[in-house]
């Protein structure tokens, strides 16, 4: 199933490079893309399970689902991950 989340701290290609590394590497999980425009993560996943360890995942690198707790913290992790993305380009 085609599932979208709208994330927050997205910000450059960096992000969405770290984001689809670090997704596409979960289980069951396929097809994913980032839209910068509209800070959406897109993906195939075979379960609501599965969705939600994306969200897990997701928040662990700094970018937690829209209305989800958005710490200070959330916005350090998703800084150092923006800067992971950018030097593995």
Request: with cysteine.
């Amino acid at each position: 199933m085609e599932t979208t989340i709208t994330i927050q701290n997205l910000k450059c290609g960096g992000c969405a490079n770290t984001i689809i590394t670090k997704v596409s590497a979960i289980k069951n999980i396929n097809n994913v893309s980032v839209d910068l425009e509209t800070s959406a993560v897109i993906f195939e996943a075979t379960s609501e399970e599965d969705i939600n360890i994306v969200k897990v995942k997701l928040a662990a690198i700094g970018y937690p689902e829209e209305g989800e707790n958005n710490s200070i913290v959330s916005k350090a992790k998703s800084y150092v991950s923006c800067a992971t993305g950018k030097m593995s380009n």
